[in-house]
């Protein structure tokens, strides 16, 4: 076994196959939310889960036929199995999460359900007949002139639905069963919605949950009261003022025609300065970079170079006229991130320093992340016929987007334990990865202390740790000569699909102030290698379209690389962030296809390949 063999030897045990990682040493916690005496990892696990959960409480969810509500939605996540809301089956997850959030829409939580309930005044709606009625045309039509209420600058709050009272009762349960189903070092839960904002149809919304629920406000700030994230942040400012921790995370900057990132003056009016900067960062360390939406890495407009850049690419606005984005340019991750760099060196500080999620966005309570377990994102969809054809009395270009919907993706943390405090400071400090839904598993560290780290030493963790950063760190001062390295290593699902390759992207700003971007591939299976024009031939594809089927034949169980940069100038600023593919597999509309029996549509792939994302570890001169 090599140098680097025998240092990722010892990572196996904090990225143990079959489970979660074995805790390679323990320390008593007490923390904020009941986890005193809970057994802590220095060295951290790993941890799974999703963030961006709706359930029939979101105004959206229960128009579009998702009946569940929040406790089921945490059964689920649990392994339990709960009722499908579209057909005659059950829900149920193969492997249960060690984390999740229930995030409905703020706007108008909780309220439309009590439409069908005649004891509730609520029923009594003008449009209450039509959106519990089944007449899916004039259900659409309904939530199509609430939407147009929510979207529109300034928004119009219906006073029935947006009722204050209303809306405290419902936040109120929604935090009683948030703390129902919290069990610290086993299953954690936070409180969390949605920021709904979506100025003319463009998508800026936020995830904000909060660490624990000893003080959390009366009711969630929503788009409601303001669609400027400026006004978000502030609010949250005030939270925290009062004794509140609470976090941000946006997401799907590929329906934003331009405006998640921005690349001048920000929606919310704000010049793209270092105090705007700062409030960002603050409030928002974590992007979402992949769900059921659409995968938002980046596109090949803006990388055309990038051969896996086209993955689970989902390319509309919010529009019901399935109308693709003008401006692919602040809609996506890697020229953003890039970009900040730029800012920073022009003294506007670094507005778009984001670690990395997976998250769902399922609209059912269930984030069915599992390709062969898929059900759709909303109920109207939830029978294989509908999802690869259409839901009925839709158009040609709105069953498309069903087509093109992702199963969702996955948040992995690294977190000292699995509560609200451990899993909480680990996504504050973007000790995360993003995959496309495996559970495949992801270590990361930069530095240039790693020349004489010792790879068979009992604590190789701690002195990673020591000598170097994890995904979402800081490098600075780097000594005269040297160059960082990286090391990264990635282990396949349990029972899943091999890998393919380590890739680092990196991005920096050259001497004349451009952004920059180059990839590298830094770990092959197979043992393959560049050829001279430092291609990599593909790595193959088991998949058999017929029977929804592949081998691991291909591809290796883990992957690991230990990589200095060869490019490295110590006076640019720079950031890397690694990238794991995995072998080809089915996507879900073939599995779908192969078991039903109906005709695969040709406008989808019939594999693809699964990856993960690191959160970029910076280097600042």
Same mark, same amino acid.
Request: avoid cysteine; hydrophobic fraction near 35%; glycine fraction near 10%.
């Given at each position: 076994?090599?140098?680097?063999?025998?240092?990722?030897?010892?990572?196996?045990?904090?990225?143990?196959?079959?489970?979660?990682?074995?805790?390679?040493?323990?320390?008593?916690?007490?923390?904020?939310?009941?986890?005193?005496?809970?057994?802590?990892?220095?060295?951290?696990?790993?941890?799974?889960?999703?963030?961006?959960?709706?359930?029939?409480?979101?105004?959206?969810?229960?128009?579009?036929?998702?009946?569940? #509500?929040?406790? *089921?939605?945490?059964?689920?996540?649990?392994?339990?199995?709960?009722?499908?809301?579209?057909?005659?089956?059950?829900?149920?997850?193969?492997?249960?999460?060690?984390?999740?959030?229930? +995030?409905?829409?703020?706007?108008?939580?909780?309220?439309?359900?009590?439409?069908?309930?005649?004891?509730?005044?609520?029923?009594?709606?003008?449009?209450?007949?039509?959106?519990?009625?089944?007449?899916?045309?004039?259900?659409?039509?309904?939530?199509?002139?609430?939407?147009?209420?929510?979207?529109?600058?300034?928004?119009?709050?219906?006073?029935?639905?947006?009722?204050?009272?209303?809306?405290?009762?419902?936040?109120?349960?929604?935090?009683?069963?948030?703390?129902?189903?919290?069990?610290?070092?086993?299953?954690?839960?936070?409180?969390?919605?949605?920021?709904?904002?979506?100025?003319?149809?463009?998508?800026?919304?936020?995830?904000?949950?909060?660490?624990?629920?000893?003080?959390?406000?009366?009711?969630?700030?929503?788009?409601?009261?303001? *669609?400027?994230?400026?006004?978000?942040?502030?609010?949250?400012? $005030?939270?925290?003022?009062?004794?509140?921790?609470?976090?941000?995370?946006?997401?799907?900057?590929?329906?934003?025609?331009?405006?998640?990132?921005?690349?001048?003056? +920000?929606?919310?009016?704000?010049?793209?300065?270092?105090?705007?900067?700062?409030?960002?960062?603050?409030?928002?360390?974590?992007?979402?970079?992949?769900?059921?939406?659409?995968?938002? #890495?980046?596109?090949?407009?803006?990388?055309?170079?990038?051969?896996?850049?086209?993955?689970?690419?989902?390319?509309?606005?919010?529009?019901?006229?399935?109308?693709?984005?003008?401006?692919?340019?602040?809609?996506?991750?890697?020229?953003?991130?890039?970009?900040?760099?730029?800012?920073?060196?022009?003294?506007?500080?670094?507005?778009?320093?984001?670690?990395?999620?997976?998250?769902?966005?399922?609209?059912?309570?269930?984030?069915?992340?599992?390709?062969?377990?898929?059900?759709?994102?909303?109920?109207?969809?939830?029978?294989?016929?509908?999802?690869?054809?259409?839901?009925?009395?839709?158009?040609?270009?709105?069953?498309?987007?069903?087509?093109?919907?992702?199963?969702?993706?996955?948040?992995?943390?690294?977190?000292?334990?699995?509560?609200?405090?451990?899993?909480?400071?680990?996504?504050?400090?973007?000790?995360?990865?993003?995959? *496309?839904?495996?559970?495949? $598993?992801?270590?990361?560290?930069?530095?240039?202390?790693?020349?004489?780290?010792?790879?068979?030493?009992?604590?190789?963790?701690?002195?990673?740790?020591?000598?170097?950063?994890?995904?979402?760190?800081?490098?600075?001062?780097?000594?005269?000569?040297?160059?960082?390295?990286?090391?990264?290593?990635?282990?396949?699902?349990?029972?899943?699909?091999?890998?393919?390759?380590?890739?680092?992207?990196?991005?920096?700003?050259?001497?004349?102030?451009?952004?920059?971007?180059?990839?590298?591939?830094?770990?092959?299976?197979?043992?393959?290698?560049?050829?001279?024009?430092?291609?990599?031939?593909?790595?193959?594809?088991?998949?058999?379209?017929?029977?929804?089927?592949?081998?691991?034949?291909?591809?290796?169980?883990?992957?690991?690389?230990?990589?200095?940069?060869?490019?490295?100038?110590?006076?640019?600023?720079?950031?890397?962030?690694?990238?794991?593919?995995?072998?080809?597999?089915?996507?879900?509309?073939?599995?779908?296809?192969?078991?039903?029996?109906?005709?695969?549509?040709?406008?989808?792939?019939? *594999?693809?390949?699964?990856?993960?994302?690191?959160?970029?570890?910076?280097?600042?001169?």
């Amino acid at each position: 076994m090599g140098r680097l063999g025998q240092f990722l030897g010892l990572l196996p045990l904090a990225l143990a196959a079959g489970g979660q990682a074995i805790a390679q040493s323990a320390a008593p916690v007490s923390g904020n939310d009941g986890n005193s005496a809970m057994a802590t990892n220095p060295v951290r696990d790993v941890y799974f889960g999703n963030l961006h959960v709706h359930t029939g409480w979101s105004f959206d969810g229960f128009i579009n036929g998702a009946f569940t #509500e929040p406790d *089921s939605a945490y059964r689920w996540a649990k392994g339990e199995r709960i009722p499908n809301p579209g057909s005659g089956d059950a829900l149920q997850i193969k492997v249960p999460l060690d984390w999740y959030i229930v +995030s409905d829409h703020a706007e108008y939580l909780g309220a439309l359900p009590l439409m069908a309930d005649p004891d509730s005044p609520v029923s009594r709606h003008p449009l209450a007949a039509d959106i519990t009625g089944d007449d899916a045309q004039k259900s659409f039509a309904a939530y199509t002139t609430i939407s147009n209420g929510m979207y529109s600058v300034p928004p119009k709050v219906d006073p029935i639905l947006g009722d204050t009272k209303l809306a405290q009762n419902l936040w109120s349960q929604v935090v009683e069963i948030v703390d129902r189903h919290y069990e610290p070092g086993v299953f954690t839960t936070m409180a969390g919605y949605e920021w709904t904002s979506a100025p003319d149809w463009r998508n800026i919304h936020r995830v904000v949950f909060f660490r624990d629920t000893a003080s959390v406000p009366d009711a969630p700030f929503s788009a409601l009261d303001s *669609s400027k994230p400026e006004d978000l942040w502030q609010w949250m400012d $005030k939270q925290r003022a009062a004794g509140n921790d609470l976090l941000a995370v946006p997401h799907n900057g590929n329906a934003s025609d331009g405006i998640m990132f921005p690349v001048g003056e +920000s929606y919310g009016g704000s010049k793209l300065d270092a105090t705007y900067a700062a409030a960002r960062m603050r409030n928002e360390p974590l992007y979402e970079i992949t769900q059921i939406k659409g995968t938002s #890495e980046t596109h090949p407009a803006l990388y055309p170079n990038d051969e896996f850049g086209s993955f689970e690419l989902w390319d509309y606005t919010l529009a019901a006229t399935a109308t693709p984005p003008e401006h692919k340019r602040g809609g996506y991750a890697r020229e953003a991130l890039i970009r900040g760099l730029k800012l920073a060196t022009e003294g506007n500080g670094n507005p778009f320093k984001y670690g990395f999620i997976g998250d769902s966005d399922t609209h059912n309570g269930a984030s069915t992340i599992e390709e062969d377990n898929y059900t759709g994102k909303f109920g109207f969809e939830s029978e294989a016929k509908h999802r690869l054809q259409g839901p009925p009395g839709v158009g040609a270009a709105a069953a498309r987007q069903v087509r093109q919907f992702s199963t969702g993706g996955v948040a992995g943390v690294w977190a000292i334990s699995n509560t609200r405090d451990g899993i909480f400071d680990a996504l504050k400090r973007r000790e995360t990865f993003a995959t *496309s839904g495996p559970r495949l $598993k992801v270590r990361m560290f930069g530095g240039f202390g790693l020349a004489d780290f010792k790879p068979g030493a009992q604590h190789a963790l701690q002195q990673a740790y020591t000598s170097a950063v994890p995904m979402g760190g800081d490098l600075t001062a780097a000594p005269q000569g040297a160059a960082p390295t990286f090391v990264v290593h990635a282990i396949k699902e349990t029972d899943g699909a091999n890998l393919d390759r380590i890739q680092i992207i990196k991005g920096w700003v050259d001497a004349k102030g451009e952004p920059r971007s180059k990839i590298y591939n830094v770990a092959l299976s197979g043992g393959r290698k560049p050829g001279e024009d430092g291609k990599v031939a593909p790595v193959g594809n088991t998949v058999n379209e017929a029977d929804a089927t592949y081998t691991n034949d291909i591809g290796a169980v883990q992957l690991h690389a230990f990589w200095t940069d060869p490019d490295f100038d110590a006076a640019r600023p720079a950031l890397y962030y690694a990238r794991i593919l995995q072998i080809p597999t089915p996507r879900w509309s073939t599995y779908d296809a192969a078991r039903t029996g109906l005709k695969r549509p040709t406008d989808v792939p019939v *594999s693809l390949q699964e990856r993960a994302w690191t959160s970029p570890i910076w280097y600042t001169p």
